[in-house]
T-cell receptor
Framework: AQKVTQAQTEISVVEKEDVTLDCVYETRDTTYYLFWYKQPPSGELVFLIRRNSFDEQNEISGRYSWNFQKSTSSFNFTITASQVVDSAVYFCALRETSGSRLTFGEGTQLTVNP | DVKVTQSSRYLVKRTGEKVFLECVQDMDHENMFWYRQDPGLGLRLIYFSYDVKMKEKGDIPEGYSVSREKKERFSLILESASTNQTSMYLC?????????????FGQGTRLTVV
């Protein structure tokens, strides 16, 4: 069965620090899709990025970057020079090609202090 | 602008009541999902549906049922509400055929059972 683990329950940093959010997944499928979502205090989940299992190229978007390593089943998310507006709960999710199920991790509460 | 709309933002119900949570999407998505979110547990899948009248149990279906009579609408039913069903409920939708597309979420319904 598919599983996503986000071991960091809460992280607190000071503005301008870099921070990495960890995501480890389990799946039997050889093809699958990984996602990161942000949930600000307003509550609605906002999509950030997707990654296909056959594409291990890392991605950078502004202050955000993602490191996908198939060998360690990890899909980590780094925020560079964090800002107070980055404070939110961040979720990692997995979708296998064998079905429609979308499985989420426990989430990481990130607090960026001024 | 894509939209997933949940009928209520906040709901207070009494123990034993039958509760309906409604979700409507306007993106012609085949997949629809119901999750509950609890602190430290992340998003847990209750039920999902990949087509009209089709449904599959998620990880925590006990005490819940669902209905999908029309493609755009997915209802979550608490047959006899209990206090341990007090939670945030999130509805989402996604395309079935495009596996790497993200899911879109509603704003959530915070249900309190007293």
């Amino acid at each position: 069965a598919q599983k996503v683990t986000q071991a960091q329950t809460e992280i607190s940093v000071v503005e301008k620090e870099d921070v990495t959010l960890d995501c480890v997944y389990e799946t039997r499928d050889t093809t699958y899709y990984l996602f990161w979502y942000k949930q600000p205090p307003s509550g609605e989940l906002v999509f950030l990025i997707r990654r296909n299992s056959f594409d291990e190229q890392n991605e950078i978007s502004g202050r955000y970057s993602w490191n996908f390593q198939k060998s360690t089943s990890s899909f980590n998310f780094t925020i560079t020079a964090s800002q107070v507006v980055d404070s939110a709960v961040y979720f990692c999710a997995l979708r296998e090609t064998s079905g429609s199920r979308l499985t989420f991790g426990e989430g990481t509460q990130l607090t960026v202090n001024p | 602008d894509v939209k997933v709309t949940q009928s209520s933002r906040y709901l207070v119900k009494r123990t034993g009541e039958k509760v309906f949570l409604e979700c409507v999407q306007d993106m012609d998505h085949e997949n629809m999902f119901w999750y509950r979110q609890d602190p430290g547990l992340g998003l847990r899948l209750i039920y999902f549906s990949y087509d009209v009248k089709m449904k599959e149990k998620g990880d925590i279906p006990e005490g819940y049922s669902v209905s999908r009579e029309k493609k755009e609408r997915f209802s979550l039913i608490l047959e006899s509400a209990s206090t341990n069903q007090t939670s945030m409920y999130l509805c989402a939708s996604s395309l079935w055929a495009v596996m790497n597309t993200e899911a879109f979420f509603g704003q959530g319904t915070r249900l309190t059972v007293v």
